[in-house]
Nanobody
Framework: QVQLVESGGGLVQAGGSLRLSCAASGRTFSGYAMGWFRQAPGKEREFVAAINWSGLSTSYRDSVKGRFTISRDSAKNTVSLQMNSLTPEDTAVYYC??????????????????WGKGTLVTVSS
């Protein structure tokens, strides 16, 4: 059974940092692009960041560029999201996702093959 399990969410003050991790199991994800999405209360899910299968190419939504960094450890089947300079606007449930086609994560945002159940990040002002 393929699973993506997120961890690292929590409550942090504005300006603080959090590191989210996503552990993949059930298969190797070395050939998969992996990414993070988020959904704030009352809003649609939105793309946050993605990393291609090799780890050499990353993409970010404009509002997190320079603050968030996505990375992966293919040997450990994990992907992480380092989030710095957090603001209340970053409050959301963060979801890990994986697909063989990085365009589904970065551009299309639909038809993504694997999703985690999410971890809540709350940034207080």
């Amino acid at each position: 059974q393929v699973q993506l399990v997120e961890s690292g969410g929590g409550l942090v003050q504005a300006g603080g940092s959090l590191r989210l991790s996503c552990a993949a199991s059930g298969r190797t994800f070395s050939g998969y692009a992996m990414g993070w999405f988020r959904q704030a209360p009352g809003k649609e899910r939105e793309f946050v960041a993605a990393i291609n299968w090799s780890g050499l190419s990353t993409s970010y939504r404009d509002s997190v560029k320079g603050r968030f960094t996505i990375s992966r450890d293919s040997a450990k089947n994990t992907v992480s999201l380092q989030m710095n300079s957090l603001t209340p606007e970053d409050t959301a449930v963060y979801y890990c996702a994986a697909d063989t086609d990085v365009r589904k994560l970065v551009v299309v945002h639909t038809g993504v093959r694997y999703w985690g159940k999410g971890t809540l990040v709350t940034v207080s002002s």
